[in-house]
């Protein structure tokens, strides 16, 4: 059901390129990794994982396609999706500034990683631009000779999908590690509170103008 091995082998060359190259889902692992500890970032990177699956199989039934002959949707999803990533920075800036409790001296109960985890879902699935990605990317790599379209797809995406959640997972890991080797000096406290609010209104943003 996959492509040839040489059209196969460009896939994975691109994939990796694209997935090791900074972008949104990575920022927010990396604050979320900041501001809670390795674990949360990890959870972050699952959620954004079950977010491309999301994309990979909207794509593969077509609906992405719709979303691109409909331009005021497209904006709309795109605001949503602006909208709750600067709802969760403000959240974040507003409990550093609060003297909300430390989550990186504090165990994380479960349903705190539940909520990171959808947010995580949340954040993938609202960004549009990744819907029209994986539509005009999967896509070129498809061989209508080798089987049913759909299902290539799907494949295509569980092999992306799979690559940029390790690599997330390995930059959640990264990031926590730095953030317990910084924890307790001077400043660090605040910072590790702000600075995850901080990215993600850059996020929202970014999701915005780019």
Do not use: C
């Not at 491309?52 to 497209?74: E, N």
């Not at 909300?100 to 947010?119: D, H, Y």
């Not at 995580?120 to 960004?127: A, D, I, K, S, Y």
Request: hydrophobic fraction near 55%.
């Amino acid at each position: 059901m996959l492509p040839d091995f040489s059209m196969l082998a460009v896939f994975l060359v691109a994939t990796i390129a694209l997935n090791l190259s900074p972008g949104p889902d990575m920022l927010y692992v990396i604050s979320r990794s900041l501001g809670q500890g390795r674990r949360a970032g990890i959870v972050s990177a699952l959620g954004i994982g079950a977010g491309t699956l999301v994309h990979t199989f909207v794509t593969a039934i077509g609906l992405s396609a719709v979303l691109l002959s409909a331009p005021i949707a497209f904006e709309v999803i795109r605001y949503v999706g602006a909208a709750y990533l600067a709802f969760l920075g403000v959240r974040m800036l507003l409990g550093s500034r609060s003297g909300a409790s430390n989550p990186s001296s504090e165990a994380i109960a479960p349903s705190r990683l539940g909520a990171v985890f959808r947010q995580g879902v949340f954040t993938n699935v609202l960004n549009p631009k990744v819907a029209l990605f994986f539509l005009a990317f999967l896509p070129q790599f498809v061989d209508p000779s080798k089987g049913t379209v759909a299902l290539q797809i799907i494949l295509l995406g569980l092999v992306f999908d799979a690559s940029g959640t390790s690599w997330n997972i390995l930059i959640a890991t990264l990031a926590g590690h730095a953030s317990d080797r910084l924890k307790g000096r001077s400043g660090f406290s605040f910072a590790q509170k702000a600075l995850p609010g901080v990215i993600l209104l850059a996020l929202a943003i970014l999701v915005v103008v780019r």
